[in-house]
């Protein structure tokens, strides 16, 4: 029907240009008036052959699917079985749907569109992840705010007996340092317990109470 519309077009585009040669050639009284007529009445036609290639060429509609929760690859099928197509506009961190599901989507489930009509996908790519800072060596009372600066806590913190260390120094942590892991996961650590160290503190503090009486 498109093609039709288009020879008629033309074909009536070619025979005004043929009239106003005419006119040129054979004395026609009112020549503008004449050829107003001609082309309204050329142009009718044109206008119905329109009209009707637009209302047979209309393309189907559809419901948009629901396609929360799916993965790409099973929405490109739920949706390609409909006529329709997806496309991911966005991916990001969201603790709670696992990551290559589908967090939401645009046009909303249910609407009537258009086969062929895009729909836009959120896709999850699962809680963020962030690398374990080096704890060894610093005081106990420190790590809690290094481990909160990167959404990490503080957990188990095992005291062993050791002279290598400043009594409260972290002498390991686990997981070690530089490992990837999820916001929120806690960092176990071993703590340095040195009695000597103690024990000369509370002899500084003896000797200095004696000296003072």
Known sequence: MVSLLSIYFIGAILFLLLLGLITLFVKIERPIRFMVIISIILFIPLLVIYVVSTSWTTTPETRVPNLVGLTE????????????????????????????????????????VKKGRNISLVVSIGKRKVFVPNLVGK???????????????????????????????????????????IVGTQVSVTVCHNPDEEFEDENEGTEEAESEE
Do not use: W
């Open 73 to 112: 690859s099973q929405a490109q099928k739920v949706a390609g079985a409909l006529g329709l197509k997806v496309s991911v506009v966005q991916k990001t961190f969201e603790k709670n749907v696992p990551a290559d599901q589908i967090i939401s989507q645009r046009p909303e489930t249910g609407r009537s």
């Open 139 to 181: 005081d106990y009372s420190q790590i809690e705010v290094v481990l909160d600066e990167v959404g990490l806590q503080i957990g188990d913190a095992r005291r062993v007996v050791s002279q290598e260390f400043a009594s409260n120094t972290i002498m390991s942590q686990h997981p070690s340092t530089g490992t990837e892991v």
